[in-house]
Structure formats: structure tokens, C-alpha cells
T-cell receptor, first 119, second 114 residues
Framework: GAVVSQHPSRVICKSGTSVKIECRSL??????MFWYRQFPKQSLMLMAT?????????EQGVEKDKFLINHASLTLSTLTVTSAHPEDSSFYIC???????????????FGPGTRLTVL | QKEVEQDPGPLSVPEGAIVSLNCTYS??????FMWYRQYSRKGPELLMY??SSGNKEDGRFTAQVDKSSKYISLFIRDSQPSDSATYLC??????????????WGLGTSLAVNP
């Protein structure tokens, strides 16, 4: 149980285009979803937190107009990187939290990640 | 000063060795402590979690929390090549409500050599 999928797993796009990444909780309802980015050999950097039906809360320094997050249902969140540039190239990972998880609902279940390369 | 400090390594050990991974933190409000394992180009997966101080054992893994020293450890006994991965510590203040988030260490890269 508690499987999170991400699509696509890898995307290469031209500078200036927009890219949408989907994150789905396959067998549970996620009360909260998180979006992270990770550079090579670095830790996870939280970008934003989203609760279903409400606006995402962005971390300091993350442009909300650049990284659009939509959490339309309890099983789906999307991250759209608008007008992507080479510096946006990174590994984007989503995670989901549910009240039914271990650790009193503090555990986050992670997707496999999406590797974005902007040319 | 970062909220969570973790030596990134890399750490290289022979198969069968006991591995000790550590994190220190500065926020005394943290109560839940977790260790995640991340294989290359994959999302992290939860290995162990502990609440407050004490030890917790699960197979070859032992998680230890010393809140008085703000120090947590993960021990791996009889390490195997399949344990080669990056180990990230994470912690949270459970009183922070729905938007509570995990604060992450940098991750320690571990290589277990056969």
C-alpha cells in the first residue's frame, strides 16, 4: 500500500516551454502533498505544500508564478514549470501524507521523481 | 546554522561492518525523527521513525534519539552491498499543524563494499 506515482519520469524540453508533472497517490487519499526539488548530491529542498482544494503554501524563495501547483483531488497534484529555463533542470519529487500512515501521520510517501532537463 | 546537520560523507565500509550515521539538530520543538533511504535516481523511502528519546530496533537497523543532546543516530548491523544508498534524516514538530513539514539533513552517502 501507500504507492505514489509520478509522470513523466523524465522530460526534456526547450527553453521557454512549460512542463506539467503529475503526482498521484494510487491506493490512498492524501491529505497533504509536497513538492521537492533535488540537485545532484544534495538534499531535498521543499518547494511547496498543498492541501486538497486550497492554495499551495510556497517556501521562501520559490516563485509561485513560475511553479504552479494544483491539488485538484485527494489523489492528484500537478506541478507546472512555466517558461522553463536551463537553471530549472533538476530532479522533482512529490510526496504525500495521509492520516493512516505510520508515525502518527508524519510519514511522507514519495514518488519516484521526475528528471527535468531544459535545453 | 542549519536546523539539521548531517555529514554528507561519502562513507565506505566493508560488507559485514557496523555503520553509524548521525544527525544533530537545533530546534528543541522537534519530536518525530525519521530515517529515509534513497537509492540513486529514486524517491526516498522511510526506514525507521522514533518519537522523543530512546532506541528502536527493526532487524539490522537501530534508531537512537538523544533529545538532551539534540542528536540522532541510525546503526546498521551486518551491512550488505544492498544497503549502499543515501541515508537522510528528517524531523518535524508535530504541533505545527496540517502544514507541518519535514526538515531534512543533507544525506549521507554510504557504500558497502563486497
Amino acid at each position: 500500500g501507500a504507492v505514489v506515482s509520478q509522470h513523466p519520469s523524465r522530460v526534456i524540453c526547450k527553453s521557454g516551454t512549460s512542463v506539467k508533472i503529475e503526482c498521484r497517490s494510487l491506493d490512498f487519499q492524501a491529505t497533504t502533498m509536497f513538492w521537492y526539488r533535488q540537485f545532484p548530491k544534495q538534499s531535498l529542498m521543499l518547494m511547496a505544500t498543498s492541501n486538497e482544494g486550497s492554495k499551495a503554501t510556497y517556501e521562501q524563495g520559490v516563485e509561485k508564478d513560475k511553479f504552479l501547483i494544483n491539488h485538484a483531488s485527494l489523489t492528484l497534484s500537478t506541478l507546472t514549470v512555466t517558461s522553463a529555463h536551463p537553471e530549472d533542470s533538476s530532479f522533482y519529487i512529490c510526496s504525500a501524507r495521509t492520516r493512516l500512515s505510520r508515525a502518527l501521520g508524519n510519514e511522507q510517501f514519495f514518488g519516484p521523481g521526475t528528471r527535468l532537463t531544459v535545453l | 546554522q542549519k536546523e539539521v546537520e548531517q555529514d554528507p560523507g561519502p562513507l565506505s565500509v566493508p560488507e559485514g561492518a557496523i555503520v553509524s550515521l548521525n544527525c544533530t539538530y537545533s530546534n528543541s520543538a522537534f519530536q518525530y525523527f525519521m530515517w529515509y533511504r534513497q537509492y540513486s535516481r529514486k524517491g526516498p523511502e522511510l526506514l525507521m521513525y522514533t518519537y522523543s528519546s530512546g532506541n528502536k530496533e527493526d532487524g539490522r537497523f537501530t534508531a537512537q534519539v538523544d533529545k538532551s543532546s539534540k542528536y540522532i543516530s541510525l546503526f546498521i548491523r551486518d551491512s550488505q552491498p544492498s544497503d549502499s544508498a543515501t541515508y537522510l534524516c528528517a524531523m518535524t514538530d508535530v504541533n505545527a499543524g496540517n502544514n507541518r513539514k519535514l526538515i531534512w539533513g543533507l544525506g549521507t552517502s554510504l557504500a558497502v563494499n563486497p
